[in-house]
């Protein structure tokens, strides 16, 4: 049986899975860029953590983290914040 573009995306018309297909494209470019994105943010956090920590200091610092928290949620709204939670446990583990 073949799968059709319609089946694939949910669309009722070709013209509508054509739009689809090609704004999965992007989406799974865009994806790509913020993963990578990601993990040059977590390489960077690592050289702060590790001078830190190499320093004497404690791999977490609350008040950088609040301020990380609320760039997110001013550009971003609430969900934002959820994003910046899971970003920071990213870079530095659970706390
Ligand atoms: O900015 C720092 O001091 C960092 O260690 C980086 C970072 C981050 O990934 O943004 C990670 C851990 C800290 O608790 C705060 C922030």
Redesign the pocket.
């Known amino acids: 049986m073949t799968v059709t573009a319609a089946d694939k995306t949910g669309a009722r018309t070709p013209e509508a899975a054509d739009v689809i297909t090609g704004a999965r494209e992007r989406i799974d470019a865009l994806d790509d860029r913020i993963i990578g994105l990601i993990q040059e943010?977590?390489a960077?956090?690592a050289v702060?953590?590790e001078a830190?920590i190499t320093s004497g200091g404690?791999?977490?610092?609350?008040s950088?983290?609040m301020e990380?928290l609320d760039h997110y949620r001013e550009a971003l709204g609430k969900p934002g914040t959820a994003l910046a939670m899971t970003?920071?446990e990213l870079?530095?583990g659970r706390?």
């Open positions: 943010r977590m960077v956090s702060i953590q830190r404690r791999r977490v610092n609350l950088r983290e990380v970003m920071l870079c530095r706390v």
